[in-house]
């Protein structure tokens, strides 16, 4: 058997489409017209955990401050977990087929779990999935785009699958791509092939200079 794990923004759902249409307004509410970002800027941290990505953009609208930082944040959960996010094309085809092969799929995503699991859930992708794993699923994880988060995830999955024969990662960023990438060269029990799609953070050509075995438009181009 083989396990999929699935990175979840810009992969499973269309969520940069989310930070495009709220951090400037957010930004302008509260500190006025001149504190802006570009939306380079906002597709450039967009595979960054939350707080990373708040704390992003408050440093480059010269207005950081932990307290802000925690405000945004908080705000920004909230938000993202209130949504219905579009899915990503090709998703639920292709999530179905592996479910129909009996192959496992997880979830790993620089999110915490419960967020990944309610975002999920509003969207109908939660059944397709095994198990959810956010930087908050063991202890001392550095996020993404550190291996950690996959090398947590790749060791439970051994644990659980002894006998598969592959492990596929999907991202769509270079902070993500770094991660998964890093975490296959250390990881050697198992084949792991890193698989890029150019529906998130990154565009294809940045994605293919990235280093991924294979980069595809969307997922509708997959051959599972």
Known sequence: MKVYFWDMDGVLIDSLQLDLDVVNPWLKKRFGCKAQVSKEFIASKFALAIPEFCKAILKKVGEYDDQVCTEMVKEYDQLREETVFTLCPGVRGCLEGIQAKGDAQW??????EKSIIAILEKVGLKEF???????????????????????NAFNKAIENYPKAEKFLVFEDSEIGLQAAL?????????PVQVIAVATGGDLFGR????????VLPNLKFFNF
């Open 207 to 214: 994605l293919k200079a990235g280093g991924a075995d294979l």
């Open 129 to 151: 999935f095994d198990r959810f794993l956010g930087y908050d699923s063991a202890a001392k994880i550095v996020k993404k785009p550190a291996p950690d988060i996959y090398l």
């Open 107 to 112: 979830v790993v995503s620089n999110n915490m």
């Open 182 to 190: 890093k975490a296959q060269k250390i990881f050697k029990k198992v």
